[in-house]
């Protein structure tokens, strides 16, 4: 079924974009994320390397890379409200953890289904936080060390690591006049 031009045309100026990229943030706003990303990244590393690093449990998951920049640089966006973080990256591992273990041999189909029911259910649980779609894959596509974890791989690296970072981003966020977090809790 062919398109017509003016769908064609319709379909393409959409991706034009609806406006101009919003102006660069403060320097004492950089500062301030800088600082709480090094801080609550610090926290969950030093843990994970220096007390768990003997032992078959990790703290440190490739996610909360992308989740520091939502709950130190982006405070205010409803994807790193305490909700959201918690709550997106905890349900996210428990559905990557369940398509590991009804697909452990297909791997494209777990990966698959975990990023996409991943973010089903935290669109109908209300809890969208972008990293738990990677958190939802790391449970997939992790190291043997992961899957042995099974479903504790939601509370051990996931829900204690967001803890950790959750209290880091309560203490700094709050330090400056200028600065609130969170926005709401529930």
Same mark, same amino acid.
Do not use: C
């Given at each position: 079924m062919a398109l017509d031009e003016?769908?064609?045309?319709?379909?393409? $100026?959409?991706?034009?974009?609806? $406006?101009?990229?919003?102006?660069?943030?403060? %320097?004492?706003?950089? =500062?301030?994320?800088? #600082?709480?990303? *090094?801080?609550?990244?610090?926290? &969950?590393?030093?843990? +994970?390397?220096?007390? @768990?690093? +003997?032992?078959?449990f990790v703290l440190m998951i490739g996610s909360f890379g992308a989740s520091a920049v939502l709950i130190y640089g982006a405070i205010k966006s409803p994807f790193a409200q305490p909700r959201n973080f918690i709550g997106g990256h905890v349900l996210s591992a428990i559905v990557g953890v369940t398509c590991y273990k009804i697909f452990p041999s297909?791997?494209?189909l777990a990966? $698959? %289904?975990? &990023?996409?029911?991943?973010?089903?259910v935290m669109h *109908?649980?209300?809890?969208? !936080?972008?990293?738990?779609?990677?958190?939802? #894959?790391?449970?997939?596509? =992790?190291?043997?060390?992961? !899957?042995s974890l099974g479903y504790l791989?939601?509370?051990?690296? &996931?829900? @204690?690591?967001?803890?950790?970072? @959750? &209290?880091?981003a309560l203490?700094?966020?709050?330090i400056p006049k200028n600065r609130r977090y969170p926005e709401f809790w529930i």
């Open positions: 003016q769908t064609k045309r319709s379909f393409f $100026s959409k991706m034009k974009g609806a $406006s101009k990229s919003p102006p660069m943030v403060s %320097l004492s706003e950089i =500062g301030w994320s800088w #600082l709480g990303a *090094f801080l609550g990244i610090t926290a &969950v590393s030093y843990i +994970n390397f220096n007390i @768990l690093g +003997n032992s078959d297909q791997m494209w990966s $698959s %289904l975990a &990023v996409a029911t991943a973010i089903a *109908f649980t209300k809890t969208s !936080h972008p990293p738990g779609g990677a958190t939802s #894959l790391i449970a997939v596509i =992790g190291s043997a060390k992961i !899957h791989y939601a509370l051990i690296p &996931v829900g @204690l690591g967001a803890v950790i970072m @959750l &209290v880091v203490l700094v966020n709050n």
